[in-house]
């Protein structure tokens, strides 16, 4: 089983749509997770940490859940600029510190 | 521009050379991060520095991987003997020590193709 694992996809959803995306990790020992967006041939580039509590920016909210060990992001009101792939980061404790990225998810939001 | 950067943005070289791409970090990160991704993968981590301090490095990188970071400020990353295989994108990120020490900010890429 891989460390990180996101269906890859694509999701292709209507403008306007609701869609969420899950990333579930293997290491309970896991303590920091956050969401990337990397558009086509460009660098990720984040979108938000994920915080125990759950957390909301605008129109994207993530959660974490610890018990079944996966992290969700919902996107709502789908805007064509939100085209581009999700990649979730989940970095683990216990000594070493590497960030293990999954493979991300397409997203294509069309009119 | 007060983002990372780095250098150069591609390169082509013919198998068996060696390479070396250079990254800049935002100037107050102390953490600095290489990757390597290619094409509908995530990025995978290869080696991480804590200032001029190389504290981990993937089990994935071989020794013909090497990086450095002399001063604490920018690094390099080289690759001797290439092969075909290290055709990627290579991705340097920095990253900060307060409460937000852990989100990563990517620099544009280097774009390596090995013929």
């Known amino acids: 089983r891989k460390e990180v694992e996101q269906d890859p996809g694509p999701f292709n959803v209507p403008e306007g749509a609701t869609v969420a995306f899950n990333c579930t990790y293997s290491n309970s020992a896991s303590q920091s997770f956050f969401w990337y967006r990397q558009d086509c041939r460009k660098e990720p580039k984040l979108l938000m940490s994920v915080y125990s509590s759950g957390n909301e920016d605008g129109r994207f909210t993530a959660q974490l859940n610890r018990a079944s060990q996966y992290i969700s992001l919902l996107i709502r009101d789908s805007k064509l600029s939100d085209s581009a792939t999700y990649l979730c980061v989940v970095i683990h404790s216990g000594g070493s510190y590497i960030p293990t990225f999954g493979r991300g998810t397409s997203l294509i939001v069309h009119p | 521009d007060t983002g990372v950067s780095q250098n150069p943005r591609h390169k082509i070289t013919k198998r068996g050379q060696n390479v070396t791409f250079r990254c800049d970090p935002i100037?107050?990160?102390?953490?600095l991060y290489w990757y390597r991704q290619t094409l509908g993968q995530g990025p995978e981590f290869l080696t991480y520095?804590?200032?001029?301090?190389?504290?981990?490095k993937s089990r994935l990188l071989s020794d013909r991987f090497s990086a450095e970071r002399p001063k604490g400020s920018f690094s390099t990353l080289e690759i001797q003997r290439t092969e075909q295989g290290d055709s990627a994108m290579y991705l340097c990120a920095s990253s900060g020590t307060s409460g937000r020490a852990y989100e990563q900010y990517f620099g544009p890429g280097t774009r390596l193709t090995v013929t």
């Open positions: 100037s107050e990160h102390n953490r």
């Open positions: 520095f804590q200032n001029e301090a190389q504290l981990e």
